[in-house]
């Protein structure tokens, strides 16, 4: 059986290019600010990719780097401004904090119509109860990226690896709701359920999302089935260039001529995620400029 392989960077390629296409035809701008406290060197690099993302559709966008022993208010006053300003449409926190600022208290403070990250409770309720506005970036990801390549997920059995709120319970939400590439029956997995082997080797869609290298198998996965990996770990590795390289949550034999369709780390779930901020910040600044 021949996989197919759900290509990330084909999905977001498509993506950008209709957002710098309504850049282009409308000569709007949104801007996007992100806030990153510390040093951490995964943090740095992602919002550099975020920050070359923008510069590609043509955005506005500026990083606010901030020393890790800042204190918590001085961080809420710079949300507090860039709240008040018009010409930032999305602001995005980049987490983890240092553990002296309080990850909730910093991302209720963010305006609800700028959370562009979906974090803020407003926006994960209005998830919930069935009317999103800013949906978390990789859940929406997940879901934009199965529409793409036709995989049906209405009347599916879906099992989600992982009960976060960046990811599982998100997501586990999103795909329960009425409508295009949604109406799964979900269950969320998490290290309490028994026989967890036996429970995802039911479901037609596997989402392995609890950040363990390698921890799915063949043993997790019914043959035919579709796996999501949302793992994106980093594992020593001596001979590769940089001493390390990048993992899934799930190990390759349950992937290549094994599952039907399956996202690759790295190449699979991470570029939707910054597309899909992107497409967040263009519809935040719809809503706010109207």
């Known amino acids: 059986m021949s996989s197919l392989i759900l290509n990330g960077h084909e999905v977001r390629d498509r993506i950008f290019a209709d957002l710098a296409r309504r850049v282009e035809e409308t000569g709007r701008r949104p801007g996007l600010h992100v806030i990153l406290v510390g040093d951490d060197p995964a943090s740095a690099v992602y919002v550099r990719s975020k920050g070359k993302a923008c510069e590609k559709v043509g955005f506005t966008h500026e990083t606010h780097i901030l020393p890790a022993d ?4 001085s961080v809420l006053d710079l949300v507090a401004r860039l709240n008040a300003d018009d010409s930032v449409n999305g602001i995005l926190v980049q987490i983890p904090l240092p553990a002296h600022i309080s990850e909730e208290k ?15 409770p407003e926006n994960l309720g209005r998830l919930l109860a069935g009317h999103p506005r800013f949906v978390a970036c990789t859940p929406l ?3 934009v990226m199965l529409e793409h390549y036709g995989v049906t997920v209405a009347g599916k059995r879906m099992a989600i690896v992982g009960r976060s709120v960046i990811v599982g319970r998100p997501l586990a939400m999103l795909m329960t709701l009425k409508g295009s590439a949604a109406n799964a029956t979900v269950t969320i997995c998490h290290s309490a359920t028994s026989d967890l082997a036996g429970v995802c080797r039911e479901a037609d869609i596997v989402v392995a999302a609890m950040g363990v290298p390698g921890f799915m198998t063949r043993e997790h996965v019914r043959q035919g089935a579709v796996v999501v990996d ?3 770990n980093r594992v020593d590795d001596p001979g ?19 599952a039907s369709a399956y996202t690759p780390v790295p190449g699979g779930v ?3 995620t ?4 992107l497409r ?3 519809d935040a600044m719809v809503l706010q400029q109207g």
């Open 70 to 73: 800042i204190s918590e208010s």
């Open 106 to 120: 910093v991302q209720r403070a963010v305006l609800s119509e700028k959370d562009v990250d979906g974090f803020h």
């Open 141 to 143: 990801g997940v879901q």
């Open 230 to 232: 949302v793992g994106i």
């Open 240 to 258: 590769a260039k940089k001493g390390y390289r990048i993992v899934g949550d799930v190990a390759p034999e349950a992937l290549e001529d094994w």
């Open 270 to 272: 991470g570029p939707m």
């Open 274 to 277: 910054i597309a899909m901020l």
């Open 280 to 282: 967040n910040t263009w």
